[in-house]
């Protein structure tokens, strides 16, 4: 009975869910839906014109410039100052963790507000500014994720290992460190790139109309075009299927390196044990 509520409640929400993005696909996908429930006629005129629309083209190029400058800002210097820390100051990274969700506690409102006060009459780009909020904003994501494949691969034994074996600082960094944690690094990337990529508060507030991203082209499409609008919205969420299916693709990738692992450890273990029987025995 218990089984049965619960997948008429996980019923009710997936349809309430999924009801508004198949109403969007066809009204993307008509001319005309008045009299029935389902449109009078299905038709992919909206998606050719907007892809065949200059501005929408330099809207994605922009959103995608965007999204690679903040991502690639964010892994040069976090990750290597996240290393640093886990290595050196380990007492830090407890504390940092606390410190780094203020982000969420500041609404994007005032924070835009305080920028725009700031940096308005310093000369300072407010393309500058606007990387450097979604910098900020980024921060708790890349800190945690990338602390927390740290510990999973028990980095100080692995540091220790390498030291004793006489490899230098630059070796242990670079090919044992970063290799070990391309997953965890993967996964925060991912998140960050389609985070950016759909980012509308800070772009609109800080920059406007004039740095023209998805986001923004879709909003303005909405007054002129409601079919526009949700042609837009539809590929916009098919990109973001896309990233959660690599998302969920690399996260099962490391649970199973992570059993694998798991597995190899128990076999060692069984063997080593039935040796040292062995060794009794005779």
């Not at 692995?158 to 996964?187: C, E, H, Q």
């Not at 597995?263 to 040796?275: D, F």
């Amino acid at each position: 009975m218990k089984k049965i509520v619960s997948l008429c409640v996980l019923l009710v929400f997936g349809i309430y869910y999924l009801l508004p993005l198949v109403g969007t696909l066809l009204y993307a996908s008509s001319t005309t839906w008045t009299k029935t429930v389902l449109p009078d006629d299905f038709t992919f005129q909206w998606f050719e014109q907007l892809l065949a629309d200059p501005k929408f083209i330099l809207a994605i190029g922009r959103s995608f410039t965007l999204s690679m400058i903040v991502l690639l800002t964010i892994l040069l210097i976090m990750v290597p100052t996240i290393i640093w820390i886990n290595l050196f100051f380990p007492k830090i990274s407890r504390g940092m963790e606390k410190i780094i969700l203020l982000p969420y506690a500041i609404p994007g409102v005032i924070l835009v507000a305080a920028l725009l006060r700031t940096y308005s009459k310093t000369g300072i780009s407010m393309f500058v500014v606007l990387i450097g909020a979604l910098f900020i904003s980024a921060l708790p994501v890349v800190f945690l994720g990338i602390s927390n494949q740290m510990r999973l691969i028990n980095m100080k034994a692995l540091v220790d290992a390498a030291s004793t074996l006489g490899a230098s600082m630059w070796t242990i960094v670079f090919k044992i460190l970063l290799p070990n944690i391309r997953i965890g690094t993967t996964l925060v990337s991912l998140m960050i790139f389609s985070s950016v990529f759909g980012e509308y508060m800070l772009t609109n507030l800080l920059i406007g109309g004039r740095f023209e991203t998805v986001r923004i082209y879709m909003i303005r499409r909405m007054s002129e075009n409601g079919h526009l609008a949700s042609a837009v919205m539809v590929l916009y969420l098919g990109f973001m299927i896309g990233i959660a299916l690599l998302t969920f693709l690399v996260t099962n990738r490391q649970k199973q390196l992570v059993k694998r692992s798991t597995e190899i450890k128990e076999e060692k273990r069984v063997v080593k044990g039935a040796t040292t029987e062995n060794v009794f025995e005779h």
